[in-house]
């Protein structure tokens, strides 16, 4: 025999006006890093030329992204172990002055030491944040370095070479940082070139058209107290934007 099948259930239908079903909230999705961050350290030296105590704040950081970065700032808190704050700075200094992809480099804040502030103070602990962004495709144009050198001249650190823009661009105003090493590759310092007449020996402030090469001379930069100059290289990253 056969055995009839089951009526199907009755579907409920929903009354006209019902509202419709809201859909989820879209979450957006987080952007991806652009730099990873090493531990940050203090260093802490007497300015040769003015017997001034002065400090520099660095932190390691390695672009991971794929195209050239620039730093546009960053905020160092110094707290005691209660958490309280001792000291803040920002800026936006940075070594190289851009970061190609897979480059690695420092963020730093330098400045004289007028507070009596012991920024080695081993109760201390330092924070940071820091802003990155990337720069515009065919933006960054690295420049040469050539005759690099280092020497000790009326109690400052001097250093002397020539920037090369063997481009077809004429810069504006070129960008030129500097690395400290000790002899096993460890970074001492950091420091930039400001530029203009003062440090490039141009003719029209800092000004480079394209095919020429501008000598500079610069003397703002310091080795913690207890390292000879004598064992310290160093090395330049030159820089011209076109837009």
Same mark, same amino acid.
């Not at 009526?7 to 987080?30: N, R, S």
């Not at 940075?94 to 963020?107: D, K, M, N, Q, R």
């Not at 800092?206 to 000879?228: C, E, H, I, N, V």
């Given at each position: 025999?056969?055995?009839? *099948?089951?009526?199907?259930?009755?579907?409920?239908?929903?009354?006209?006006?019902?509202?419709?079903?809201?859909?989820? =909230?879209?979450?957006?999705?987080?952007?991806?890093? @652009?730099?990873?961050? &090493?531990?940050?350290?203090? !260093?802490?030296?007497?300015?040769? !030329?003015?017997?001034?105590?002065?400090?520099?704040?660095?932190?390691?950081?390695?672009?991971?992204?794929?195209?050239?970065?620039?730093?546009?700032?960053? +905020?160092?808190? @110094?707290?005691?172990?209660d958490g309280s704050e001792v000291a803040a700075f920002e $800026?936006?200094?940075? *070594?190289?002055?851009?970061? *190609?992809? #897979?480059?690695?480099?420092?963020?730093?804040?330098?400045?004289? !030491?007028?507070? &009596?502030?012991?920024?080695?103070?081993?109760?201390?602990?330092?924070?940071?944040?820091?802003e990155f962004f990337a720069m515009g495709e065919g933006t960054?144009?690295?420049?040469? +370095?050539? !005759?690099?050198?280092?020497?000790? +001249?009326? &109690?400052?650190?001097?250093?002397? $070479?020539? @920037?090369? /823009?063997?481009?077809?661009?004429?810069?504006?105003?070129?960008?030129?940082?500097?690395?400290?090493?000790?002899?096993?590759?460890?970074?001492?310092?950091?420091?930039?070139?400001? &530029?203009? /007449?003062?440090?490039? /020996?141009?003719?029209?402030?800092?000004?480079? =058209? *394209? $095919?020429?090469?501008?000598?500079?001379?610069?003397?703002?930069?310091? @080795?913690?107290?207890?390292?000879?100059?004598?064992?310290?290289? +160093?090395?330049?990253? #030159?820089? #011209?934007?076109?837009?």
């Open positions: 025999p056969v055995t009839p *099948a089951a009526p199907a259930p009755e579907q409920e239908t929903p009354p006209a006006d019902a509202p419709a079903e809201e859909a989820p =909230p879209e979450v957006e999705a987080e952007p991806a890093p @652009l730099v990873e961050y &090493g531990e940050p350290s203090i !260093n802490q030296w007497v300015e040769l !030329n003015e017997a001034e105590p002065c400090f520099q704040i660095m932190v390691p950081v390695t672009n991971i992204s794929g195209d050239y970065l620039g730093h546009r700032t960053a +905020v160092y808190t @110094l707290k005691d172990k $800026g936006a200094d940075c *070594a190289p002055s851009y970061l *190609a992809p #897979g480059e690695s480099g420092v963020i730093y804040y330098t400045a004289i !030491n007028r507070s &009596g502030i012991d920024y080695l103070n081993p109760d201390y602990t330092l924070e940071y944040e820091s960054v144009i690295p420049l040469k +370095v050539e !005759n690099l050198q280092l020497a000790k +001249v009326l &109690g400052s650190i001097e250093i002397t $070479g020539e @920037l090369v /823009n063997d481009t077809d661009y004429d810069f504006e105003f070129p960008y030129l940082s500097f690395l400290f090493y000790d002899e096993d590759g460890k970074i001492l310092s950091a420091a930039f070139c400001m &530029g203009g /007449n003062n440090d490039f /020996n141009s003719e029209d402030f800092g000004k480079q =058209p *394209a $095919g020429t090469t501008m000598p500079f001379t610069s003397y703002r930069y310091w @080795l913690p107290d207890d390292y000879p100059m004598e064992k310290a290289t +160093v090395e330049a990253f #030159g820089f #011209g934007l076109h837009y």
